[in-house]
């Protein structure tokens, strides 16, 4: 054999390995590839069209109800008769989104479908009022967090907070108002909430 063509095997291998691993190091849609060291990735689809008995792996995947999703408004300065001193709930007139139906509108209550981390956020608004209002996030009658609007300036204020809290099947949140009133009204307010992701 002539010297210019004696390349050895390990050489070869070398020079082929090199050639492929760009082809098989790039993922789907021209990613960075994935490094798993002495570990498993199983991603999982919420909502798969279908939930096969058996795969590969032979696990069983169930999808839950993966969607969660509610926005609702205050579109009127009327105070609803049923919002007594005794609740102080804080009322919304019209729902924006409403994914999977967990909002009730005429209570204003959340219902956690299921055990997860869930993310929430309010803007009340006070109009015409110089007292200075406390609003809570509430869950199962309990305050998680808080916001105060007070400037007595202004024609309207908004108490503002947002936040992630863990919430059980069955756990209840929604607005109290805890200090202050809201006879003014509290058109343009907002509530809105979803699930994070599963526990």
């Avoid at 798993?36 to 109800?65: F, I, Y």
């Avoid at 008769?81 to 019209?94: A, C």
């Avoid at 300036?153 to 200090?179: C, F, H, P, Q, W």
């Amino acid at each position: 054999m002539p010297p210019e063509l004696s390349i050895g095997v390990p050489t070869l291998l070398l020079g082929l390995m090199l050639l492929w691993d760009p082809l098989v190091a790039r993922g789907q849609n021209d990613t960075e590839p994935i490094v798993l060291e002495g570990k498993c990735l199983v991603v999982c689809d919420s909502t798969p069209s279908s939930e096969p008995a058996n795969n590969a792996l032979g696990m069983s995947v169930r999808s839950g109800t993966g969607r969660v999703a509610f926005s609702a408004t205050r579109q009127t300065n009327h105070e609803p008769t049923d919002m007594s001193n005794r609740t102080m709930i804080i009322y919304f007139d019209q729902i924006l989104v409403n994914v999977g139906g967990h909002f009730d509108q005429e209570s204003s209550i959340f219902l956690a479908p299921r055990r997860g981390v869930y993310s929430f956020n309010f803007h009340v608004v006070k109009a015409y009022n110089r007292q200075t209002i406390q609003v809570s996030l509430m869950l199962n009658g309990w305050p998680m967090i808080s916001a105060f609007a007070g400037d007595q300036d202004v024609t309207r204020e908004a108490a503002t907070n947002a936040g992630l809290v863990i919430m059980e099947r069955g756990d209840k949140a929604y607005l109290k108002l805890e200090r202050g009133n809201l006879m003014g009204g509290w058109k343009y307010s907002t509530f809105s909430g979803f699930l994070v992701f599963p526990l």
